[in-house]
């Protein structure tokens, strides 16, 4: 069973368009991320969510709306695709810290590779 | 955001241990130093975090100066699956609102 699991895992797009990638986690977490990879391959996050409240909003352009329907689930929205939104996109979540013992590690889905043509 | 500072890359050879520096001299009495490393068309992965005391798991070791102004990752035998870049990332108190700030990372290649 995938911890985070993202679809799809693959998507080529025209300029313009709208999609949307998907994330879920059954792991239990409360929160979750969204973090984008460019060509240069820096991480930077994008949002966060804990119980499917927005706590971090990093300078993203409105056109990406995140979802959160439940806390197991974290969805991307693009509009108005654009070249420069060609990147890998993480997904990942957390479980807030309770004790020295815990980690607070992310765990991170496998990646969706988003190409706008 | 505190920030690291890594080599670019280093290499390795197989079966031989690895000493991955980073070097964090603004780090402030609270943050952690945090290890995720992320293999070749994957998501990143946790690999081991400290606060000031020297930490050992099942994947790696991170020895931590006294200072806290450095830190090292010690990978103890690397095999050519631990080729991947590894990130040194310092974090609040793991409240959930401290997010990770990756950097560039030091790009680890192990040859056979």
């Known amino acids: 069973d995938t911890a985070v699991s993202q679809t799809p895992k693959y998507l080529v797009t025209q300029m313009g368009n709208d999609k949307s990638i998907k994330c879920e986690q059954n792991?239990?977490?409360?929160?979750m991320y969204w973090y984008k990879q460019d060509s240069k391959k820096f991480l930077k996050i994008m949002f966060s969510?804990?119980?499917?409240?927005?706590?971090i909003n990093e300078t993203v352009p409105n056109r990406f709306s995140p979802k959160s329907p439940d806390k197991a689930h974290l969805n991307l929205h693009i509009n108005s695709l654009e070249l420069g939104d060609s990147a890998v996109y993480f997904c990942?979540?957390?479980?807030?810290?309770?004790?020295?013992?815990?980690?607070?590690?992310?765990?991170f889905g496998e990646g969706s590779r988003l190409t706008v043509l | 955001d505190a920030k690291t500072t890594q080599p670019n890359s280093m290499e390795s050879n197989e079966e031989e241990p690895v000493h991955l520096p980073c070097n964090h001299s603004?780090?402030?009495?609270?943050?952690?130093i945090h290890w995720y490393r992320q293999l070749p068309s994957q998501g990143p992965e946790y690999v081991i975090h400290?606060?000031?005391s020297n930490v050992n798991n099942r994947m790696a070791s991170l020895a931590i100066a006294e200072d806290r102004k450095s830190s090292t990752l010690i990978l103890h035998r690397a095999t050519l699956r631990d080729a991947a870049v590894y990130y040194c990332?310092?974090?609040?108190?793991?409240?959930?609102?401290?997010?990770?700030?990756f950097g560039a990372g030091t790009i680890l290649r192990v040859k056979s």
């Open positions: 603004t780090i402030s009495g609270t943050d952690y």
């Open positions: 990942a979540s957390s479980q807030e810290k309770r004790s020295e013992r815990d980690t607070g590690e992310l765990f």
């Open positions: 969510y804990n119980n499917k409240e927005l706590i």
């Open positions: 400290g606060l000031t």
């Open positions: 792991l239990g977490h409360d929160t």
């Open positions: 990332i310092l974090r609040g108190d793991m409240e959930y609102g401290n997010k990770l700030v």
